[in-house]
């Protein structure tokens, strides 16, 4: 501020003056090869990737390999195995809305400390050197093994029975290094390490059959019978300790900590599902199918049985009937299609049971064991329930030229699993989950598809894809609507944002007037969403791709901006009064009364930074070239080669204020189960690659 007059509104961006923000950098090598005789066919892969971010202390390494065999046992038996191994490095700073993130470190940091121990940043001493200090690794080796046996008794029947084990193995560190001068919060400075290790498995069995068989005179008919089943059984168990005082920052375990704590959480899932399909056809082009799944799951309540799923669907192929291809001869293709389906979704594991929290009490001198209330459990609690029209039409013009794919869809799903608050006199520390009332989304999809160019070597074709959604929350069975800013409601979309919105402002009384009661300000769910996509072929060796994509009709509410403005004060509306009229200050700042005078605190008043989140996005530009077969073996001693390179992310069209329409913030706190905002959330980075594929 030296040599400024008084009032001279002064910025600053730490991350830009101690440019935090870099160039990352990603290499990555991959290899395949495959061989074998008539009898035995195998193929192998192996992949090295190491990657550094744009943030400091983030990295990742991964390793991959993979092997897959076919081995035909007799004419009628083949068996398929494979093995894959994959480990991963990673260190990541926290972020977000983490006081030890460099996105709320710098984004609700001050300018004037500069030169003091803030120095412009939010922490007192904690600027980018102390954040990427602080270390976060997650590492984590996963296995994954599976057997197929394949069996044709006859040319009309095949059987397929499949095992398979997911095993994986994570550990998750955290540390806070020690240090004597406050770079963190009090009780990290001695040092701290957060440790949690996690082991899953996951083992299925599968097993399908079908039969196809040809009926009819000159078999115009066609039936096509398949049955199966499948078992699925997981098992995760997590072993968490903490430890508060560090001798050295090179000994960085909980054993070497002064004080130690430690919890353990153990699950175990089982499901098993039946199901059996018919479908029947007649001369290849009329098509009526149905089935039925039956499943079991350990997660559901006691009261609940098995859960059954049918389907029913059709599809006539019109382009292939006489009347059709004399009528309507420009149609290349022509097909109605419609199916009625149930899904069903099983609530979390344990959510029926009542818990207890582990609380030692003191007694008698010494800790006994004792026990808090943490959830009541629900005994009755069912499964979700969707179930789904769906109908449309696809059709080919010109010799399939242009291509046209419409659908309408329509999906209502009952007894909805949602946290059901309950008052804090009961005791529990978390709320049950509960069935409660239905959800209805419907809308359409339409995509186009047209080979615009097509003179030998070179080809253009482009599709564009567009679908819309309507998504409401149209019964909550009796429950009354709970949440705020985002809330559960009838007649609204699901966790819709809801505010006290603005109804006049009064300029000459300093006043702006707000609603008694919350309103509906916005919905997470893009309303319109659509995607273009073009494939350019050139000279026959040059081959060019990109997409872009939007959404419309979705609200994000800027957090950060709020904070910003209402918390810390940093934001320059909120100190120049010269920046925003007079009713333009009062609409978003206050102070704010209701409809009958009362004073309304503004964190009720949220309508402000609640922004649409429409935005257009260059997702995707890559360019091929594929070298010919003398030039492949002149320079790389290949039979085919080809060079690519382009970028990701590359443009970004939105009149969103934040960082980026696409952040979330992760929160999934009750009322924010489906919530999306932005809380000091670093956009996505932009991406440039250069990739050489040689074939030998």
């Known amino acids: 501020c030296v040599g400024l007059a008084a009032n001279t509104l002064i910025s600053d961006n730490p991350l830009l003056r101690e ?220 072993v968490q300790a903490d430890g508060t005082g560090l001798a050295t920052n090179a000994a960085r375990v909980v054993g070497a900590t002064a004080q130690t704590t430690g919890n353990q959480s153990f699950q175990d899932i089982r499901s098993i599902g039946y199901l059996g399909q018919l479908q029947v056809g007649y001369k290849n082009r009329l098509y009526v199918q149905t089935g039925l799944r039956m499943d079991q799951n350990s997660s559901f309540g006691d009261a609940v049985g098995s859960i059954y799923l049918p389907k029913v669907g059709a599809s006539w192929v019109l382009s292939e009937e006489p009347f059709i291809q004399r009528t309507l001869s420009g149609f290349s293709q022509l097909r109605l299609r419609a199916a009625y389906g149930v899904t069903g979704r099983a609530p979390l594991a344990g959510s029926s049971l009542e818990t207890w929290n582990p609380s030692p009490v003191a007694q008698s001198g010494s800790n006994q064991p004792g026990l808090d209330l943490l959830n009541p459990g629900n005994p009755d609690l069912r499964p979700e329930r969707g179930s789904e029209f769906e109908g449309g039409i696809d059709a080919g013009f010109f010799k399939d030229r242009v291509g046209l794919e419409l659908t309408y869809f329509k999906k209502v799903t009952h007894d909805l699993i949602l946290q059901r608050q309950l008052p804090t006199s009961v005791g529990y520390a978390q709320n049950p989950y509960v069935n409660v009332g239905a959800v209805e989304n419907y809308g359409f999809e339409a995509a186009v598809t047209a080979n615009v160019y097509d003179r030998g070597r070179n080809t253009w074709d482009v599709r564009v894809s567009m679908s819309t959604l309507h998504n409401e929350l149209t019964d909550l069975g009796g429950i009354p609507a709970f949440g705020t800013s985002s809330r559960f409601n009838e007649g609204y979309p699901l966790s819709a944002y809801f505010s006290r919105v603005v109804k006049s402002v009064d300029v000459a009384n300093n006043k702006a007037v707000v609603s008694d009661t919350l309103e509906y300000v916005g919905t997470q769910f893009p309303g319109f969403e659509g995607n273009v996509t073009s494939n350019l072929t050139l000279f026959g060796n040059w081959h060019i791709t990109a997409n872009v994509d939007w959404k419309a009709g979705n609200t994000l509410l800027n957090q950060s901006n709020q904070y910003r403005d209402r918390s810390v004060v940093r934001n320059k509306d909120a100190i120049d009064q010269t920046l925003l009229t007079d009713e333009a200050r009062l609409r978003r700042f206050g102070p704010y009364v209701d409809l009958q005078g009362k004073s309304v605190t503004a964190n009720l008043v949220q309508e402000p930074y609640f922004e649409k989140a429409d935005f257009v996005r260059f997702r995707e530009l890559a360019v091929t070239y594929n070298l010919s077969s003398r030039l492949s073996s002149q320079l790389a001693r290949s039979q085919r080669a080809s060079i690519s390179f382009g970028g990701r992310n590359l443009g970004l069209w939105t009149k969103y204020t934040g960082s980026d329409p696409e952040t979330i913030s992760d929160n999934t706190s009750l009322g924010n189960q489906f919530s999306s905002t932005e809380f000091f959330n670093f956009p996505p980075s932009r991406r440039f690659f250069m990739r050489v594929n040689l074939a030998y």
Not at 61 to 73: A, C, E, P, V
Not at 100 to 112: K, Q, R, S, T, V
Not at 160 to 184: F, I
Request: aromatic share 10%.
């Open 19 to 238: 440019k935090v923000i870099g160039t990352g950098q990603m290499s990555e090598l991959n290899w395949s090869g495959s061989g074998g005789s008539e009898g035995f066919r195998y193929f192998l892969s192996a992949g090295v990737n190491r990657e550094t971010g744009v943030l400091p202390s983030n990295s990742q390494n991964r390793n991959t390999g993979r092997i897959n065999t076919t081995m035909s046992i007799r004419p009628d038996l083949t068996l398929d195995a494979g093995f894959g191994l994959f480990n991963t490095y990673t260190r990541q700073p926290d972020n977000n809305h983490s006081l030890y993130g460099y996105g709320a470190g710098a984004g609700i940091g001050d300018p004037l400390t500069l030169g003091t121990p803030s120095d412009g940043w939010f922490g007192g001493t904690r600027h980018s050197d102390q954040i990427a200090a602080v270390k976060n690794v997650n590492q984590v080796m996963r296995t994954l093994t599976t057997m197929t046996l394949h069996y044709q008794p006859a040319s009309w029947i095949t059987q397929r029975l499949t095992a398979g084990a997911d095993l994986s193995n994570e550990e998750r560190v955290k540390m806070v290094p020690k240090n004597d001068s406050g770079y963190y919060q009090a009780s990290d400075n001695p040092g701290f390490v957060h440790e949690v290790r996690t082991g899953f498995r996951a083992i299925t069995i599968d097993y399908l059959g079908n039969a196809t068989r040809g009926f009819g005179k000159d078999k115009a008919w066609n039936a096509e019978l398949a049955w199966g089943s499948q078992v699925i059984m997981t098992r995760e168990d997590v």
